[in-house]
């Protein structure tokens, strides 16, 4: 760690002494959360807390310099603090391997924490932490990268732009490992497997690691990664020959899949997959020199032979050229392009998963974006500066910053001032209140209904008599369904800190935190209820026009589309340059950028085998 005069020089004394009593919570240990934590362990924050619900797989390693080959299926959070730690043995660091939205982290937990920073990579994790910061007014630095896009942010509850303030693209789907090599179910399962692990290891970069692994606490998966490698390292000795196309076809195809069969267990299930005859299909098809794939249906979905054939063709173009350099994906590289359009057809084929046209195999191969160290250290870095900022009380100097590349931009590094809160945005808008309560063995869910109800007759709160309330995704009172009125809170499970979100027939949401109060003083009122000072002073909702579709009132109504990549190619671009423009804030008229980078992408997740 610098030591206290060079950060005293670099922050000023004053900041520098409250860096060091700062409470912080870091939620991720992931590619943006390692460079985090040490960053924030080198700038002299003391009281670091880390949560993360993964453990370390092979795959991070190349980015998450806080883990080594020996910590993988550890709990990330325990092993980056461990790692910060040692870099700073005077650090009072934490780590809780968990879900951020498990209830036990309570808005009183969270409140504990002088700021909190958002090292997350999906869109559900960071609205639930962007509500929790608001409802407890810790400021949140929030951040993201995709690729070599990124992107921080400030928000202050009240004073700046939420996470919620503008509509965030549609979240995209996580693939876990054994789904890409063991257990596909749908087209884009074997488009990774396709790209990412198959011509990756056949025509990229030969892969050096698998050698290197050492047996450890995962032995047997370490042991199959390695026999896999080496089997393909075989053949790709056999490239340039007649043969190398038979024997990628037999492992890929026929090999490996039984010794998937015969795993009884995985598929008890599950449809098991049936291995594929090259012999058959030679028979069946053109052979690869008489082979044109233009001939090919660009927007229907291939025969298998058509898929065999277009293998047998682009394995023979691919190894022409593989002996001379090193090849990388690109979508726009036909040969490349069609090896995972006809390897994704017959694994599908051999899986019975629908097919897909070499278009869609194009979109869906195309939106894999990698995770990128350099742009996980400038975001982690750029956190921090940012956190100082707050600490010190300059939030009107902290800015959102954008790393982008390649654009027409001059600068790599571009920065706006916040915005206050979006009069549209319904987390913004959120009356959040906090409910104290003397005794949570005493008091009844019926107790709280009519106590909200006297409350909405007093305070106009806008809920109407037809209340529910619900706590996270538990239903706990709706006027269909009121088993739970006579049960007590604590019978329900409730405890101080917990957040109950009382919703009305129109889906007007008032969130209320619980606390719990003590024996009042007068021992007259069992519940009272406090906030409302700090709710938003903000004009009435415009009228809704059936055009509005984009402005939701209610984030229970929001739907996480989770699909597949769109198949319209040219839409996509446009969106792409969309999240990199300027764009209007509809509120204020002013030309404002949205985001540089998907908030809610995970597709890092399926560069598995990078
Ligand atoms: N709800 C959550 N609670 C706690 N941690 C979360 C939650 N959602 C995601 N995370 C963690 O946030 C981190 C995000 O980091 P990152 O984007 O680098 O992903 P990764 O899984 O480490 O890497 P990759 O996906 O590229 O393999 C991950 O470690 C992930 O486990
Ligand atoms: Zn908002």
Redesign the pocket.
């Known amino acids: 760690m610098r030591n206290t005069s060079q950060l005293a020089r670099l922050f000023g004394a004053n900041t520098v002494e409250k860096i060091s009593h700062a409470r912080v919570l870091v ?7 390692c460079e985090l934590l040490k960053d924030l362990s080198m700038s002299g924050y003391r009281h670091i807390h880390a ?4 453990t370390i ?1 092979l ?2 390693l190349n ?2 310099f806080l883990f080594q080959r020996k910590h993988i299926k550890k709990p ?1 959070a325990l092993v980056a603090i461990s790692a910060i730690t040692q870099f700073n043995p005077q650090i009072n660091a934490q780590a809780t391997q ?4 498990d209830p036990q982290f309570t808005a009183d937990w969270f409140g504990h924490f002088d700021m909190v920073f958002n ?4 869109l ?2 960071r609205r ?1 932490v962007n509500a929790m910061c608001l409802a407890t007014g810790v400021p949140l630095i929030e951040s993201g ?1 995709a690729g070599y896009l990124g992107q921080v942010t400030v928000i202050c509850g009240g004073r700046t732009e939420c996470f919620d303030c503008h509509p965030k693209p549609a979240e995209k789907k ?1 693939y876990p490992v054994c789904t890409i090599r063991s257990t596909p179910t749908a087209p884009i399962h074997c488009v990774v497997w396709a790209k990412n692990y198959l011509f990756a290891q056949l025509f990229g970069q030969a892969e050096a690691e698998a050698d290197e692994i050492n047996d450890g606490d995962d032995a047997e998966e370490l042991k199959v990664l390695r026999e896999e490698a080496q089997a393909l390292a075989r053949l790709t000795e056999a490239m340039g020959t007649d043969d190398f196309a038979r024997l990628v076809f037999e492992k890929a195809f026929c090999t490996d899949i039984e010794r998937l069969l015969s795993m009884k267990d995985m598929w008890a299930q599950r449809r098991p997959p049936k291995p594929l005859d090259f012999s058959e299909l030679e028979l069946k098809s053109p052979c690869a020199d008489k082979f044109d794939p233009t001939s090919l249906p660009d927007y229907e979905p291939l025969t298998i032979e058509q898929a065999f054939s277009l293998f047998a063709y682009s394995c023979q173009q691919l190894a022409s050229r593989r002996a001379g350099e090193v090849l990388h994906f690109d979508k726009d590289d036909i040969d490349a392009l069609y090896f995972v359009a006809a390897t994704a057809s017959l694994r599908s084929f051999a899986f019975g998963i629908d097919q897909r046209s070499i278009f869609a195999v194009k979109a869906m191969a195309g939106n894999i974006i990698p ?1 990128i160290a350099t742009t ?1 250290a400038m975001i982690a870095g750029m956190m921090v500066l940012q956190s100082i900022l707050v600490l010190s009380n300059r939030i009107s100097e902290c800015r959102t910053a954008y790393l982008t590349y390649g654009s027409k931009r001059t600068r790599t590094i571009t920065k706006e001032t916040l915005k206050p809160p979006s009069p549209l945005c319904p987390v913004c808008r959120r009356r959040y209140l906090t409910m104290r309560i003397a005794d949570f063995g005493k008091t009844t869910l019926g107790d709280v209904i009519e106590f909200v109800q006297l409350l909405e007759g007093q305070r106009d709160l806008k809920l109407g008599r037809e209340i529910s309330i619900v706590e996270g995704s538990r239903i706990l009172y709706d006027p269909d369904y009121d088993d739970n009125l006579t049960r007590t809170l604590e019978s329900l499970g409730l405890v101080s800190g917990r957040m109950l979100t009382l919703a009305s027939e129109d889906d007007v949401v008032v969130p209320v935190v619980l606390s719990i109060c003590g024996s009042r003083e007068d021992g007259t009122e069992s519940i009272v209820i406090e906030g409302f000072e700090r709710i938003p002073e903000f004009a009435p909702l415009p009228e809704k026009t059936p055009s509005d579709g984009n402005n939701e009132t209610d984030d229970q109504a929001v739907i996480v589309v989770v699909d597949e990549p769109s198949i319209d190619l040219a839409s996509r671009e446009q969106d792409k340059r969309k999240l990199n423009t300027q764009d209007v804030d509809p509120t204020t008229g002013e030309s404002r950028k949205r985001c540089a980078v998907d908030w809610g992408s ?1 597709d ?2 399926i ?2 085998l990078d």
Do not use: M, P, W, Y
Not at 27 to 33: F, L, S, T
Not at 98 to 101: E, G, L
């Open positions: 939620v991720g240990a992931g590619g943006i959360g949560i993360d619900l993964d797989d795959s991070n980015r998450q990330k968990a879900n951020i939205k090292a997350l990579d999906n559900e994790a639930h990268t996580t995770a996980n995970s890092k997740d560069t598995i």
